[in-house]
């Protein structure tokens, strides 16, 4: 129950963050953007864990707001001002996604440490794939 609790705090926050942005954008060359696509089948949410220079940094989760399994559709944008990183060097950012399904109150799995170089005022598209029997994995697509 703690954990079910813990993940719709998660999902708020992530919502709130994504309306502030909307309602006060800041400056592109002062914003790191990353575009999840999501191609695998009955997925509801996806937990995500970030590390700088291969130490944690935060945790965070997306899902369909209406509850709706996720599709390639589903926009799933994860949007930080420069301000967020506390002066860290985003050029070594990286992250794990860990899948759920429906009713799951536990992740399905995790993918393995995605290392992406990135940089302010840049857009980074994450493609997250496989499923239970191969595992997943997210990759670089840009």
């Known amino acids: 129950m703690k954990r079910k609790k ?10 709130v963050v994504t309306i502030m ?5 800041p400056d592109n060359n ?6 999840i696509k999501c191609e695998s089948k009955d997925i509801y949410k ?8 291969n130490e944690y940094y935060s945790k965070g989760g997306m899902a369909d707001l209406e509850g709706n399994v996720i599709t390639e559709e589903t926009d799933m944008t ?5 301000g967020y990183f506390e002066d860290k060097d985003i ?5 794990t996604f860990s899948p759920y399904g429906k009713d799951d109150i ?16 840049k ?19 840009n």
Do not use: H, Q
């Not at 002062?30 to 575009?35: A, G, L």
């Not at 996806?46 to 220079?53: A, K, S």
């Open 106 to 121: 536990e992740e399905i799995a995790t993918t393995d440490m995605l290392k992406i170089n990135a940089e302010y005022g």
């Open 46 to 53: 996806i937990f995500y864990t970030m590390y700088i220079d």
């Open 78 to 82: 994860l949007t930080f001002p420069k």
């Open 30 to 35: 002062e914003i790191v953007t990353f575009k």
């Open 123 to 141: 857009t980074y598209n994450i493609t997250f794939s496989g499923d239970k029997e191969n595992g997943f994995k997210a990759e670089l697509k």
């Open 21 to 25: 942005f909307i309602l006060f954008p």
């Open 6 to 15: 813990l993940g719709t705090i998660i999902l708020l926050i992530g919502i």
């Open 91 to 95: 050029s070594k950012i990286s992250f």
